[in-house]
Nanobody, 127 residues
Framework: QVQLVESGGGLVQAGGSLRLSCVASGRTFSMYAMGWFRQAPGKEREFVAGIMWSGSSAHCADSVKGRFTISRDNAKNTVYLQMNSLKPGDMAVYYC????????????????????WGQGTQVTVSS
């Protein structure tokens, strides 16, 4: 079993930045592929970014490419999502997800592929 706890969400003005963190506990973090998803009210959960266990391969959704960066620190059991140039359209609850895997199937874009989820952290962007 893996427990995931997100933090770092909050209120920011458009154009601002936030860094989300997700701390994992319970199993060997370095054996897990990790992903970030988001869900706005009335919308489906949407892929944001995914990263392989080693950090050697990472992917971001086209909607955030060039603005968001996913990274991980296996020594700290933590995955990060650096979000720059935030827009009102980025406003959502952001979720961290994990799966025991040595690869990143389909670039980690499918939410049903993941085994564990955090509770989410709210990101609010004011215009």
């Amino acid at each position: 079993q893996v427990q995931l706890v997100e933090s770092g969400g909050g209120l920011v003005q458009a154009g601002g930045s936030l860094r989300l963190s997700c701390v994992a506990s319970g199993r060997t973090f370095s054996m897990y592929a990790m992903g970030w998803f988001r869900q706005a009210p009335g919308k489906e959960r949407e892929f944001v970014a995914g990263i392989m266990w080693s950090g050697s391969s990472a992917h971001c959704a086209d909607s955030v490419k060039g603005r968001f960066t996913i990274s991980r620190d296996n020594a700290k059991n933590t995955v990060y999502l650096q979000m720059n140039s935030l827009k009102p359209g980025d406003m959502a609850v952001y979720y961290c997800a994990a799966r025991s895997s040595m690869s990143l199937y389909n670039s980690g874009t499918n939410p049903t592929w993941y085994e564990y989820w955090g509770q989410g952290t709210q990101v609010t962007v004011s215009s």
